[in-house]
């Protein structure tokens, strides 16, 4: 499915969408609407944190009676726009979203769909039975890189899927921040388990792959092995600008990372989506005081694994594996897939591809290749976001050329398979998924 940016909603009036969770995924796909007004248009926020919903309201320039700190308020008022955006985070999804349908809303929600396989299909039901549309963030099924390797898939170039690898590094900086200090760190406080919160995606690009084809068994292994306390180096402190005499050697000093070399602002500094500004010596007060992400990253309440990986047997025979791991120099997401007529290889940061055929009757070499270049933009997701947001509008508004990829009924698959890979993880044991069990 191509979406043509011209065109999209060019020829009705814009959709119009109210803004459940103001925070930074939010106010991301939102600001399609800044960029494409006769698209798109913001009339409404809920928001319980005050600063950001004004600073929402200030943006859009919403009235005060569209801006509601409470969901119920909001779901309670006759229908006021055509769609919700919900980026509230992962344990908050299915509980924000059910009032949501029931109030005659269609709804872009963010990954994953919910924190437990029970809640995300309990949600999947109610949806289907309004028939409600609900859009998931899986953007990088919007990505350029994938998109064009899907269509030489589904066009049949490299034959019958046989295999599919696939593989997350997180960089080491990354994982400190959201899945080591930050808000992504803890299964039994946050909801999410790291495959869930980090991995859907690759989950469901799987399913994409293999699209029409279910895994029925899958198996798992993880553990904390990196970032935890008895890994700390000889002499490190508990809080990086406090009292810690190694600070300066440590690739996850909070003072090279956040202040230094200023990455992760949003997640990092209290205000920053809202607009505050810290000067240098309030982030170093901040480090040294109650921040979170001052902490030592031997030194946290992380309960996640920080390496997994998850295998997958098919219904027609075919397999696959997904590897995560935390803490790698480089952030990448790799695939290998090998089909009966050829394979596909390549790295989504690097923007191109290889498709490889075999063939003997070369002068030199046993297999011929192509390389597919594709954009990758600044944008996060290898382009996605934005085109999803594009897409949403289509499916909101009714159009037949809308794609719809990552509705709700197709998320399922790759949702069922994590949640599902992780008590593999847990018990030990290979789980089996019997989808008449499951889907409607
Ligand atoms: N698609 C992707 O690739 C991708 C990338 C990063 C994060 N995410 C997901 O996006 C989601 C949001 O992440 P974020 O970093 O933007 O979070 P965030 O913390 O910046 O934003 C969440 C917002 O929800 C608000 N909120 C809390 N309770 C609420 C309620 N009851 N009703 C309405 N709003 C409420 C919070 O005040 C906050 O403003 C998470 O689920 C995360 O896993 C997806």
């Not at 119009?16 to 930074?24: E, M």
């Not at 409404?44 to 409470?70: I, K, M, Q, W």
């Not at 055509?82 to 872009?108: C, E, F, K, R, S």
Request: glycine share 8%.
């Amino acid at each position: 499915m191509n979406v043509n940016p011209d065109t999209a909603g060019a020829s009705r009036d814009p959709v119009t969408v109210v803004i459940v969770g103001a925070g930074s995924r939010a106010m991301n796909y939102a600001s399609y609407a800044l960029k494409h007004p006769e698209a798109m248009r913001v009339v409404g926020v809920v928001e319980p944190n005050p600063v950001r919903r004004a600073h929402t309201a200030s943006l859009y320039d919403l009235p005060a009676d569209r801006c509601f700190a409470d969901l119920a308020d909001f779901a309670a008022r006759p229908k006021l726009a055509d769609a919700v955006i919900n980026g509230t985070l992962d344990a908050l999804h299915v509980q924000t979203t059910l009032p949501l349908l029931h109030a005659g809303y269609d709804v872009l929600l963010e990954k994953p769909v919910g924190v437990s396989e029970d809640e995300v299909l309990e949600l999947y039901r109610v949806a289907e039975a309004l028939g409600r549309k609900v859009m998931i963030c899986h953007v990088l099924r919007y990505a350029p890189f994938y998109q064009e390797l899907n269509r030489i898939i589904r066009e049949g170039e490299i034959g019958d899927v046989i295999h599919v690898q696939t593989e997350e590094n997180v960089d080491y900086h990354h994982m400190a921040t959201a899945f080591v200090r930050g808000k992504f760190a803890s299964r039994e406080r946050d909801g999410s388990s790291f495959l869930m919160a980090k991995c859907c995606h690759d989950l469901d690009l799987i399913s994409w792959f293999k699209t029409g084809i279910k895994p029925v068994r899958v198996s798992s292994f993880g553990r904390l092995s990196q970032f935890r306390e008895d890994r700390a180096p000889e002499g490190a402190g508990t809080r990086c600008v406090a009292d810690c005499p190694i600070e300066s050697r440590c690739p996850y000093s909070a003072k090279t990372l956040y202040v230094d070399r200023q990455l992760w602002p949003v997640y990092v500094w209290p205000g920053y989506l809202d607009g505050v500004r810290l000067s240098d010596e309030e982030k170093l007060a901040s480090l040294v005081g109650d921040n979170r992400f001052g902490r030592c990253v031997w030194r946290c309440d992380n309960d996640i694994v920080d390496h997994q990986v998850v295998q997958f047997d098919f219904e027609d025979g075919s397999t696959a594996s997904h590897s995560l791991v935390g803490g790698a120099a480089k952030a990448c997401r790799t695939v290998h897939i090998t089909g009966t007529k050829g394979e596909i290889y390549g790295e989504l940061e690097e923007g191109s591809f290889v498709v490889r055929y075999p063939d003997p009757w070369q002068e030199e070499g046993v297999y011929t290749e192509r390389k597919v270049m594709l954009e990758v933009s600044g944008e996060m997701h290898g382009g996605g976001d934005h085109r999803l947001v594009e897409d949403f509008l289509l499916v909101v508004g009714g159009d037949p050329g809308a794609g719809y990829s990552t509705s709700l009924a197709h998320s399922v698959v790759g949702h069922v398979a994590g949640f599902r890979a992780d008590v593999s993880m847990e018990t030990g044991r290979t789980v089996e998924i019997d989808w008449d069990d499951i889907l409607v």
